[in-house]
């Protein structure tokens, strides 16, 4: 038998946003006297997020989900795409050129600050190669020399 607390975290993932098609039944449920925590375990939803579309209903009697707060993100999944195929084709590309390369291919209109982040989000980080001296072939001998002469320490 599983338990409320593992159920309840295979159910529905924590940022994860209930349907309008679902929120109907949560608010018919309280209509026919049962609790939050049998409209929970019937439905399969978290009993926090049955609480809140209940409340919601209660206070503005509408289920119906709010759109996000806050400025709509300026890339698309397009140019996201894009601009991941940039990257993954040429990856010296300094951010200023990748911004220039999308402008003039694809007409995307943004700047290098949102390059960055989106690149950042999606795991690309700038990193410097770590500087690393050849070794010459005289240089080699003369390493070679010194630990045949020291072996023994």
Known sequence: MQTASTNICERMGRSQELSDSKHGPVIG??????????ISLLLNIP??????????????????????????????ERGQCMLKCTVRRSQQLSAESIVKDLQTSCGFQISTTTVCRELHRMGFHGRAAASKPYITKCNAKHRMKWCKARRHW
């Open 29 to 38: 449920c309280p209509l026919s006297n049962k609790s939050i925590c049998e």
């Open 47 to 76: 009993r926090s997020t049955v609480s809140g579309i209940i409340t919601k209903w209660k206070q503005l009697e509408m289920a119906a989900t709010q759109p996000p707060s806050g400025r709509p993100r300026n890339m698309t």
